[in-house]
């Protein structure tokens, strides 16, 4: 069963766990909602407990989210596009390429990895910002918190924040 939608405006969200919540445009209403339409907007997440939270039509600068152990995925931030369509493969985007294509010491970091990025995107149907644990990330990557900030830290890439 998947999570309910959340429309949230002028809040702040705090606790949690909050297990799978998807905020934002449902993506089978999304040909049926104007596209300028944010039902996320001036909303605060940094005191909540995101796991796999998803952000469907969500502008970055409309939303403050936790910071480490979180990890945010955006499509784009301000005017920097992180998540066009790849050239590979059009039904996924060019984080998913790099992500790809990193030297992340493991497979098992590299499919913990690609379950971050996967399904960013600026489309209407695709995630705008997805936000994990970095313990979610750890238990995935078969590795250590401390592994994953690490293996964050090198690939540095300016779509992931935490």
Known sequence: MRPNFFAQRDCAVSGGPLIEPWFGVRPSNADSVPEQERPVSN????KAELRDACFYRTAWGEVQMPGWPFVSVLS???DSVFAPASPRLPARSVLVDEVTDHDWGSVDMRISMMSLVFGVGLGPYERQIQVCHAETLAERGRASVDDVRAAL????HPAIRY
């Open 43 to 46: 909303c605060n997440f940094t």
């Open 76 to 78: 784009q931030g301000g």
């Open 153 to 156: 830290d090198r690939f540095a």
